[in-house]
């Protein structure tokens, strides 16, 4: 059974950075295109970065272009997110999943909170 973890959501200031990662288990994910979505309250799962399993390709959502990197280590089947000058509006809980996304892949999530 396919299991993704994200970890390293914490509380923040605006400005400040943080690194999330996504561990895969299971299986390895090195054949997937991997992203991370996030869910701000009172809102529906957005997009936020993708990449691509062969060549490493990236794609951002317009939001985080700029700010965000994502990367990824298949020998340690991990998937980061590096979110640099984080905003307010970043605030949400933040999931890796395929990308496309599988139903069967969702994980809990890792927080994170940009206060002003």
């Known amino acids: 059974q396919v299991q993704l973890v994200e970890s390293g959501g914490k509380s923040v200031q605006a400005g400040g950075s943080l690194r999330l990662s996504c561990a895969a288990s299971g299986r390895t994910f090195n054949n997937w295109n991997m992203g991370w979505f996030r869910q701000a309250p009172g809102k529906e799962r957005d997009f936020v970065a993708a990449?691509?399993?062969?060549?490493?390709?990236?794609d951002y959502a317009s939001s985080v272009k700029g700010r965000f990197i994502i990367s990824r280590d298949n020998a340690k089947n991990t998937v980061y997110l590096q979110m640099n000058s984080l905003k307010p509006e970043d605030t949400a809980v933040y999931y890796c999943n395929t990308n496309p996304p599988s139903e069967d892949y969702w994980g809990r999530g890792t927080p994170v909170t940009v206060s002003s």
């Open positions: 990449i691509t399993w062969k060549f490493g390709t990236t």
